[in-house]
């Protein structure tokens, strides 16, 4: 396995692949890290470390200031670092916990010291790191789960309708999408590989519904057929996939925590089955 080597924020960044660049061959690739805003200076001093199997958030935070997290998350802080939490009012917890995806909850991280201190954070399951910088970004339709960190508190969760009763049945994001809106650095997790590409104005693109990390807002979601009986009873595919209609940023990813639970439930069922039948004998 590769072990990414880590590297300060401005230097590099784990690997990203990015879809606007010709197909020819691995190195066709872009790399593509830091802020999703190169016209913006970082707003906090941070590196993605690890494998590209899972990955871990370092931060530096300066004193006075706070990270807000996903309950679960912290892996390690410095002495100096004291832990909170809240819901950040009863709308915005019940919008998360009940609409987003995410917990009610949300963990503080806040430096009350009068030097730098550092924390690490990690998702809950094996995933990559995305930073966002909500400054150009606000207002990212972000899938549920996806969310683990933002710098500061002032961040929040909106939901939007999906624009039909086909699109919320069969586009996989639900009734409700979830709009992602902030004025500071957030960071999402996504299974696998995650993937990029700026839409055109009505360029379309045809995603396994399962495969949606984030799309910026002004991109409209859709459905159209999968095929024929064939291709949605036996090629894997079900009955619709999600259709995607820039312009602007869509984020794939190829392993949502979904598919990592289905591709580990058989054998998890065959584990329990061979115990059993050893204990039996």
């Given amino acids: 396995m590769l072990v990414a080597v880590a590297q300060p924020v401005l230097v590099a960044q784990p690997v990203q692949q990015d879809m606007n ?13 830091g802020p999703v805003s190169p016209s913006a200076p970082p707003l906090v001093d941070y590196q993605i470390v690890g ?8 931060l530096t935070v300066e004193p006075a200031q706070t990270v807000t997290a996903e309950p679960g998350t912290m892996l390690y802080m410095s002495p100096g670092m004291a832990l909170d939490a809240d819901i950040g009012g009863l ?3 019940c919008k998360r916990c009940c609409c987003a995806g995410e917990s009610l909850f949300r963990l503080h991280l806040k430096n009350t010291t009068q030097t730098a201190q550092k ?5 809950r399951y094996p995933a990559r790191i995305v930073p966002i910088d909500l400054r150009e970004h606000t207002g990212l339709i972000v899938n549920r789960g996806a969310f683990l960190a933002a710098l500061g508190t002032d961040w929040r969760i909106n939901l939007q309708m999906v624009g039909s009763l086909g699109t919320a049945c069969c586009a996989g994001q639900g009734l409700f999408m979830n709009t992602l809106h902030g004025q500071s650095m957030a960071f999402l ?5 995650v993937m990029h590409k700026q839409l055109a104005v009505g360029e379309e693109m ?3 519904p399962h495969s949606v990390l984030a799309f910026a807002n002004t991109v409209q979601l859709g459905i159209r057929r999968a095929g024929g009986c064939m291709v949605c009873c036996c090629a894997g595919q079900g009955l619709f996939n999600a259709v995607l209609t820039g312009p602007g940023l869509v984020m794939l990813h190829s392993m949502s925590l979904g598919k990592l639970r289905a591709a580990i439930a058989p054998s998890q069922g065959g584990g329990q089955g061979a115990a059993n ?3 039996q004998s």
């Fill in 189 to 193: 997790a996504g299974g696998g590989t």
């Fill in 206 to 208: 045809i995603v396994d």
């Fill in 91 to 93: 709308g915005q917890g």
């Fill in 51 to 58: 494998s590209d199997f899972s990955q871990v958030l370092e």
């Fill in 21 to 33: 660049a010709p197909n020819s061959g691995p190195s066709s690739f872009q790399i593509w890290g």
């Fill in 119 to 123: 924390i690490s954070l990690t998702a």
């Fill in 277 to 279: 039948a050893g204990g």
